[in-house]
């Protein structure tokens, strides 16, 4: 199933559109009805309400914790395999190459530690070798603390000293892209990581800049910085253009849910494109830094992530 379309100009009909096709496709209903649930009356709006609070009693494994913390559900084989078979037409599981040969900016969107490695040596990859950046590559993170096991596994890749997300996104860009000291260096500390920002901006030869940026979140008192604080954020600090097209790098699993915070963080409010794709784990230089295994109750977990961002996207819309 094809995500609402992230080209510059997309209109908020055509946006609307795909929003419907995606939640009202047959592996969404097949996954809802398969785990005892009616499909929501009403319109789109009332469909994607409904979708909310059925995955938040079915498919939340995280119930407020972070994603490593989340329970993992035991389910039947042919539960396994249906819930994989959706992941799968619903865009969660394959890597799709860059649509176009040029773009304005790329964005890199953090995560747990390995995720950091991974998606930095993939969008260097990229750069070098698969599309052309006009603008600069931004690496987008936050001051969530590492977990001991995140600490352990940069460790053992060589990489110490990290006590952040953001720290491992910096330690990720300067092994990608041959780095080692910021051109420019600003922030705000503040009372709280949460309110805290930073940019570090570094200039490898013969690519773009590439900027890395910790974003404060938009609700300090409650949480960390999530996906949509940091494209917020990173907007504030670029000129983005209408017309621009962006390229944003993450894993294949999240690639519906943050493809729609885009949508509606920087495509609606900016006019830009966006294209969105997830590392590919056949390239040969992310053989060491492998992904832990992907679950049925990730790709729920996930799918209930999608449904939430696709009904904050479908509410803007003009």
Do not use: K, N
Not at 281 to 293: D, F, G, I, K, S
């Amino acid at each position: 199933m094809a995500l609402p379309a992230g080209a510059a100009g997309a209109v908020g009909a055509e946006l609307a559109a795909g929003v419907r096709a995606w939640v009202e496709s047959p592996p969404l209903r097949a996954l809802v009805g398969h785990f005892g649930g009616d499909w929501p009356a009403g319109d789109v709006p009332a469909v994607l309400a409904g979708l909310d609070d059925f995955s938040a009693r079915h498919w939340d494994f995280r119930e407020g914790r972070e994603r490593p913390e989340a329970r993992e559900p035991a389910f039947d084989p042919a539960t396994s395999r249906l819930v994989l078979a959706a992941a799968d037409a619903l865009g969660l599981v394959r890597a799709a190459p860059p649509a176009l040969p040029r773009y304005a900016h790329l964005l890199v969107l953090g995560g747990l530690a390995h995720a950091c490695l991974r998606r930095t040596a993939y969008a260097a990859h990229l750069v070098r070798t698969v599309a052309r950046v006009t603008g600069e590559v931004a690496v987008l993170g936050s001051y969530r603390a590492l977990s001991p096991a995140e600490t352990r596994m940069l460790a053992d890749a060589g990489m110490t000293g990290c006590a952040t997300e953001v720290d491992a996104l910096d330690a990720g860009v300067r092994a990608a892209f041959g780095v080692r000291v910021p051109s420019e260096e600003t922030g705000e500390d503040a009372d709280h990581p949460h309110r805290a920002w930073s940019s570090r901006t570094y200039r490898p030869a013969g690519l773009p800049p590439v900027r890395v940026l910790a974003a404060p979140s938009s609700e300090p008192d409650r949480r960390r910085a999530h996906t949509a604080d940091t494209q917020r954020f990173w907007a504030e600090h670029v000129r983005l253009r209408a017309g621009d097209p962006v390229l944003m790098v993450t894993a294949p699993i999240y690639v519906p849910f943050q493809h729609c915070d885009a949508l509606r963080t920087l495509a609606v409010p900016y006019s830009c494109g966006i294209d969105t794709v997830g590392v590919d784990p056949a390239l040969a230089l992310l053989a060491r830094l492998p992904e832990p295994t992907l679950t049925p109750g990730r790709y729920l977990q996930e799918i209930r992530s999608a449904i939430r961002s696709l009904r904050a996207l479908h509410a803007v819309l003009p």
